[in-house]
């Protein structure tokens, strides 16, 4: 694809309409499964404890930058069925460079998420069942890869996101117990920053308020799963056309933009839902931890994390309330364990087929004559000798690369840092760190994308396009910040 040339899908199925839309939420509702995991359960508690509701403001600010990203991610792959990941792909041809821009931050961040979020999960079951925590950390690590690589991930999926409504229900109503005269909330509505901020405190807590970069990124993947717009499409299934063409074709096919408008209406309420649900559950754990934490001057830290996250509903349901917590712990865990270890593992899969296929065909392993775009169909020439072949079916083995990359870098390297660092504030903060430092390369890629290679109706307007601008800087400027102060500039 040149520069110049728009895409999209030559045809799209009607999109649903009235209560029909509702089946279409899947996808919203696992996202904001997925985004309860550490940002809220562990983070968030310690703002509130440490500052209270000063920084509810930059909550809902975030909240609504990760509507607009989420949705943009979304975007792209209901207009051209193709995920985001590919998206990125197209815009340089066969150097590639965007996906490493993607890929290798998204190394560190697998690892060093896995293993925090395992450490913090161990620390919960040593309350219910005293042992070595580091022994539960580890047997969840792997559980949860038996699950992904054999491919029972679907089953378990889907109960975890109806125990992951249990723990919002108890969260919630917790929350609406304890909660303090909405005079209170509304001050920490205002934007003000406290004389003692902290940056390097606060800055994991932005990095994973309700999704990081890479969470961002699977919204597209579960899009595509759900077929918004219609399936993931092949080369030949993508209408493509130069500046020039762009006028005949809306003219032509006013009813597939039609269509295209009304999924894309359809995905809008679907990113809304999934950032509501996790907006609402990230607010409640911040009024708990302002109104049950920080009176005790307790902000949760080290391998005793869940031991003083407890005490949150503990304090307002006694003994029931501190199960509930336990489970819940577990429960958002476990399942977000389990979805950065299939979702990092397809993702990479995903990217080492694109970045190998430019040299596979320099090589003439595969057809030299293969567009990028079709690395899907591509297969060893017939003329390789047995060794060849084997290295090339391998490197084109996405299902293969993808349990490669689970068992590697989603349990074999999280578990070796887990033993050498064990604490998982420690290990999160550094993941936290390291996605909203990342989160602006995602951000200003995306919109590059939407805005010059899809089709002007079907394209983010000025509003939106001036929402990810903004926040992309956002998420820089704490990036930019953060690496001041380490430098000494702070």
Not at 263 to 276: D, H, K
């Amino acid at each position: 694809m040149s520069v110049k040339e728009k895409a999209r899908r030559k045809d799209s199925p009607k999109a649903p309409k009235g209560f029909d839309r509702l089946k279409w939420y899947g996808p919203g509702l696992l996202w904001m499964v997925s985004a309860v995991g550490s940002g809220s359960v562990l983070f968030t508690p310690r703002v509130g404890s440490r500052y209270g509701y000063e920084f509810l403001w930059m909550a809902l600010i975030f909240m609504f930058f990760m509507w607009v990203m989420i949705r943009e991610v979304g975007r792209y792959t209901v207009v051209t069925g193709k995920t985001i990941f590919e998206g990125y792909r197209d815009i340089s041809g066969s150097t590639n460079w965007p996906l490493y821009f993607i890929i290798i931050p998204q190394f560190l961040a697998a690892v060093v998420t896995i293993a925090g979020i395992a450490a913090l999960a161990g620390s919960a079951m040593m309350i219910a069942y005293p042992w070595q925590y580091e022994y539960y950390a580890t047997g969840l690590i792997l559980l949860c890869l038996l699950l992904v690589v054999t491919g029972k991930y679907a089953t378990i999926e889907r109960v975890t996101s109806i125990l992951g409504g249990v723990l919002v229900l108890v969260v919630i109503v917790s929350a609406i117990v304890v909660l303090p005269d909405i005079g209170k909330l509304a001050q920490g509505a205002v934007p003000s920053i406290p004389s003692d901020i902290d940056v390097d405190f606060v800055i994991p807590w932005v990095g994973f308020i309700l999704a990081g970069a890479s969470g961002i990124m699977w919204f597209s993947y579960w899009v595509a799963a759900r077929a918004y717009g219609g399936e993931l499409t092949s080369l030949e299934e993508v209408k493509t056309f130069s500046y020039e063409d762009e006028k005949h074709d809306i003219t032509e096919h006013k009813g597939t933009y039609s269509q295209l408008r009304r999924w894309l209406r359809t995905m809008t309420v679907t990113a809304l839902v999934g950032v509501v649900g996790g907006g609402l559950i990230l607010i409640s754990f911040l009024i708990l931890g302002a109104e049950l934490l920080q009176p005790e001057g307790l902000i949760p830290e080290g391998i005793d994390v869940a031991k003083d996250l407890t005490k949150l509903l503990s304090g307002v349901w006694g003994e029931v309330g501190r199960w509930s917590l336990i489970v819940g712990i577990l429960i958002a865990l476990v399942g977000t364990i389990l979805s950065n270890q299939d979702g990092y593992g397809r993702m990479f899969a995903d990217g080492t087929v694109i970045l190998a296929l430019p040299y596979l065909q320099k090589k003439k392993l595969v057809d030299p004559e293969l567009p990028l775009a079709a690395e899907n169909k591509a297969k060893p020439t017939d003329d390789l000798s047995g060794r060849k072949k084997k290295f090339t079916s391998f490197i084109l083995n996405k299902e293969l690369l993808r349990i490669i990359y689970a068992v590697a870098l989603g349990a074999i390297v999280p578990i070796i840092v887990f033993f050498i660092v064990k604490d998982p504030v420690e290990i999160l903060s550094v993941a936290g760190t390291v996605a909203a430092v990342h989160t602006p390369v995602v951000v200003f890629l995306t919109l590059y994308l939407n805005r010059t290679r899809l089709p002007a109706p079907l394209r983010p307007g000025k509003f939106i396009t001036a929402a990810m601008w903004l926040s992309g800087f956002a998420y820089g400027a704490f990036a930019v910040f953060h690496f001041a102060t380490l430098g000494g500039g702070g």
